[in-house]
């Protein structure tokens, strides 16, 4: 669940958190099927690669989580391509959380 609660404070997460919110209220789906929902869908469904490059202005490494800055950021998958002024990334290892 600790994973869940990481995905759940970027703005994806807040989006879906937001729309599984409406259909528990409308009655489309119970709070614990919901949560499920959001659970079994980042483990399963979240299957894109994206590279990353930039220019990296900063990083820390603190308490086993890694957070990094880049600036003029270009993010490539398969058949797209984003750039950024700038980007922070938070990463941690996922064995630690299920500790």
């Known amino acids: ?5 990481l995905y759940r404070r970027s703005t994806i997460g807040m989006c879906l958190t937001e729309t599984l919110d409406e259909m528990v209220q409308s009655g489309t789906l119970s709070p614990e099927l919901a949560i499920q929902s959001m659970t079994e869908a ?3 469904q979240v299957k894109t690669k994206v590279t990353i490059k930039g ?5 820390r490494f603190c308490d086993n ?3 990094f800055i880049l600036q003029d950021a270009m993010f490539k998958s398969e ?6 002024s700038q980007v922070k990334i938070v990463a941690c290892d996922s064995k630690l959380l299920t500790q």
């Open 65 to 67: 989580v890694w957070t």
């Open 79 to 84: 058949d797209r391509q984003e750039n950024v």
């Open 1 to 5: 669940m600790a994973t869940f609660e």
């Open 55 to 59: 220019h990296l202005h900063t990083y």
């Open 42 to 44: 980042l483990e399963s």
